[in-house]
């Protein structure tokens, strides 16, 4: 299917999610930290990122806003899942040039759905 990069510094939900997308058959990498995941997403060129916000160093945010800067990763989408649930962080995702918004805890439906919108354009 996709090859997708998630991007948590939490080994919990990078397993949870790792496990749910391999069953659905995609190819992912993983990475712990906003700035692993900048260089596993210009070595790997995902699909799709599927990145967390509160990281500690380079928030998911930031990581987003270099991803949609850089050339080689420009047109990668980058899908925000996280604990953060209030519009304001929804709409600074976007701003940041994320394309989608999951809340945690991660419903498999709902993970399944983003990355089908996502990968069919």
């Given at each position: 299917?996709?090859?997708?990069l998630?991007?948590?510094?939490?080994?919990?939900?990078?397993?949870?999610?790792?496990?749910l997308?391999e069953?659905?058959?995609?190819?992912?990498?993983?990475?712990?930290?906003?700035?692993?995941?900048?260089?596993?997403?210009?070595?790997?060129?995902?699909?799709?990122?599927?990145?967390?916000?509160?990281?500690?160093?380079?928030?998911?945010?930031?990581?987003?806003r270099?991803?949609s800067?850089?050339?080689?990763?420009?047109?990668?989408?980058?899908?925000?899942?996280?604990?953060?649930?209030?519009?304001?962080?929804?709409?600074?995702?976007?701003?940041?040039g994320?394309?989608?918004?999951?809340v945690?805890p991660?419903?498999?439906?709902?993970?399944?759905?983003a990355?089908?919108?996502?990968?069919?354009?």
């Amino acid at each position: 299917m996709a090859k997708v990069l998630i991007v948590d510094d939490s080994p919990t939900e990078i397993h949870v999610l790792k496990t749910l997308l391999e069953k659905n058959g995609h190819d992912v990498g993983t990475a712990s930290s906003g700035e692993e995941g900048i260089v596993v997403a210009k070595d790997m060129l995902p699909d799709v990122v599927l990145m967390d916000v509160v990281m500690p160093g380079m928030n998911g945010f930031q990581a987003t806003r270099q991803l949609s800067q850089q050339a080689e990763t420009a047109n990668t989408p980058v899908i925000i899942v996280t604990t953060k649930d209030q519009e304001t962080d929804k709409v600074w995702a976007k701003r940041q040039g994320a394309v989608d918004y999951i809340v945690k805890p991660v419903q498999e439906k709902a993970l399944v759905d983003a990355l089908t919108r996502v990968l069919q354009g």
